[in-house]
């Protein structure tokens, strides 16, 4: 099956998120040297389940259940986005996170609750506006019963008076695939698959960019470079001519890409047409060197001439979290202060030129494509690290 739903798996460093991933889908999704170095994930990684439901009510991710051994039918094939969870890397989880129609907000049983990042992410959910989710009460393997009951109430006093009051806390454990299929049937009642529009002109976010050829291959055997990332809106079919946009820097400006799709990919299933819904690759005719080690990320991909326009500056109705994490005094903006803004994928730095009450305007060192409403998460520069302090919507 193609999938439907992209769903995020967020919270602090080391509280499982790959492993519940790979426990789901069967994919360990730290590819790079320095994460499988380290044991963390510094860029997005991605993966795919089919979810199915046998008849005696168990849901699992096999066509035959393990528990019962009767036949199941299929639910719906579902895309995660593994986000890291260290501090440093807050960005790259807002990136994600514009990607995200649902989220697993992972909290390890055996470390109190919450961990500054379990915090941070939490906002991070709120800020762009993402609103089915569920807790994912991890690691209970490691802990005694009175201790996950512990760390239980310490969940439900963290959530308390938040959007996530009422989310469901979910026991597991990553590691030992236990209670798999709970979290499973609570996904299915509690993030359903959003209603798209595919008559609209395709609109796709890019998440990764990346070359395939190996080194030593002939130049009659290079293909050219890929971008990975979700439609929003439209079909994309083989054949059509697309534009990457704000494009790559020239000189003092941006030039935008223009490049034939060649080839369509989701799920590991080769496509001529794909829809929004799930994760997306696309093969397109770009000179691979373009799009290596996630040159392209940011970037909106549509049809020629279809795009708006990328702009350098931007108008916002902005709100400030009253107290950012981590941080004791309430944050502030005025003018000229350089913050970090994250538009889908996109990421620039701006100056305030203008503030007034909750308006402000900025100039951006990076242009980004933005249209009116659109969620814009605000960061700013405090103590040597950027800190999430709100949020804006395009005027």
Not at 52 to 67: A, D, L, M, R, V
Not at 85 to 96: I, K, N, S
Not at 162 to 186: M, R, T, W
Not at 351 to 356: A, E, I
Request: glycine residues 10%; aromatic residues 4%; positive net charge.
């Amino acid at each position: 099956m193609i999938p439907e739903i992209n769903i995020g798996m967020v919270g602090h460093v080391a509280h499982g998120k790959t492993t519940l991933t790979e426990a789901l889908t069967g994919k360990l999704t730290l590819t790079h040297s320095e994460e499988l170095k380290r044991g963390i994930t510094i860029r997005l990684g991605y993966a795919d389940a089919t979810f199915y439901k046998c008849k005696n009510g168990h849901y699992i991710t096999s066509e035959k259940c393990p528990i019962c051994f009767s036949d199941a039918e299929i639910l719906r094939t579902v895309s995660f986005i593994d986000a890291p969870g260290h501090e440093t890397l807050m960005a790259t989880v807002l990136t994600g996170a514009s990607l995200m129609d649902g989220a697993l907000l992972l909290v390890a049983a055996n470390e109190k609750c919450p961990q500054p990042q379990t915090r941070e992410h939490l906002t991070a959910l709120e800020v762009v506006g993402i609103k089915n989710v569920i807790i994912v009460q991890n690691k209970i393997d490691l802990v005694t019963p009175e201790r996950a009951m512990e760390n239980y109430n310490e969940i439900k006093n963290f959530i308390k008076g938040g959007s996530l009051e009422n989310s469901p806390i979910i026991p597991v454990s990553a590691q030992q695939k236990v209670n798999i299929d709970s979290l499973i049937e609570s996904i299915e009642e509690t993030i359903p698959t959003p209603e798209r529009d595919s008559q609209k002109d395709p609109k796709m976010l890019v998440v990764r960019s990346f070359d395939i050829n190996k080194p030593g291959n002939k130049p009659k055997d290079l293909v050219g470079g890929i971008v990975g990332g979700a439609l929003v809106s439209g079909n994309l079919k083989v054949g059509d001519e697309i534009e990457l946009s704000p494009g790559i820097r020239n000189g003092n400006k941006y030039v935008s890409l223009k490049a034939e799709v060649v080839g369509l990919q989701k799920a590991n299933r080769n496509m001529d047409i794909a829809g929004p819904g799930g994760l997306l690759g696309v093969m397109t005719s770009l000179d691979p060197s373009l799009t290596k080690s996630d040159a392209l990320v940011g970037n909106i991909a549509g049809l020629v001439g279809k795009l708006p326009p990328p702009t350098f500056s931007l108008n916002l109705q902005i709100k400030i979290i009253q107290r950012s994490v981590g941080l004791n005094e309430p944050v502030s903006v005025k003018v000229n202060d350089e913050l970090m803004v994250n538009v889908g994928t996109a990421r620039s730095i701006g100056k305030v030129s203008s503030m007034k009450k909750d308006k402000t305007e900025m100039n951006l060192k990076i242009p980004v494509i933005i249209e009116k409403n659109d969620r814009v998460a605000i960061s700013k520069l405090i103590a040597g690290r950027w800190r999430l302090i709100g949020y804006g919507t395009i005027l």
